[in-house]
């Protein structure tokens, strides 16, 4: 059992988990949000709106997740005098339709049923990232729920990691933290003494991995042996 402890040793039975490219693909959520503003704008700007939803979806895998000016691009390009504020509340308030990766479900149940304690810490708009949670279904399963724009510090800060292992009731070196984004996922956890577990998916999967990764994993199905070979390490 995690929970077992051999001498000299810390064991880690605490996994946290990253949310979106970690527990499931984001682009099925980015699919819907963006046909939502699609539609927005077709309604009020009459554009074509197969061609926005389109365009957006380009622009996102191309800059990324981690790009802020998506919308004002898109109204650039279109040359239409849009409210930025109001199409950013239509994709936040999109009532998704999501499936978590293959193994996942599995992978939360058999640590759970070994003795490991779950969360997440999870960056962007706190409605949104809750509507996910409860569409995957997986919420139950997870003890405690971080989200970084209620902590008021989004990732690489070490606060909410600090926040999770408080909840959890236990030391930043008791936890493993799981994530898929080298450039802002592993350093704030690995600054404060936890392992770090990168799962390479998503939009992110291809760039390079960092120092603050103790380990890297390429599917859902090797993250079990990945997490009971840091528990003890």
Known sequence: MPTERRCGTTMRD??????DNTLFDVEQYM??????????LAAEHNVDCERVQEDLLLVWRKKTSMYSHLFDDIVEDYGIDADI???V??????????????GVPELLNRLSNTGYILGIITDGTARRQRRKLDALGLRSM?????????VGEAKP???PFKQAARHLD???DQCIYIGDNPQVDFQGPKDIGMATIR???????ERLTTSKVDKTVNDVSDLYEAIVHLSAD
Do not use: K
Not at 31 to 40: L, S, Y
């Open 85 to 87: 504020e109001q199409i």
């Open 170 to 172: 236990r030391a930043t």
């Open 14 to 19: 605490a996994v946290l988990f990253d949310l």
């Open 199 to 205: 799962l390479r998916y998503g939009e992110f999967q």
């Open 142 to 150: 997870f003890e405690t729920v971080v989200l970084t724009a209620e």
């Open 31 to 40: 699919r819907g949000a963006f046909a939502d503003v699609a539609r927005h």
């Open 157 to 159: 800060s070490p606060l």
């Open 89 to 102: 509340a239509v994709f936040n308030d999109h009532e998704p339709t999501l499936s978590p990766y293959e």
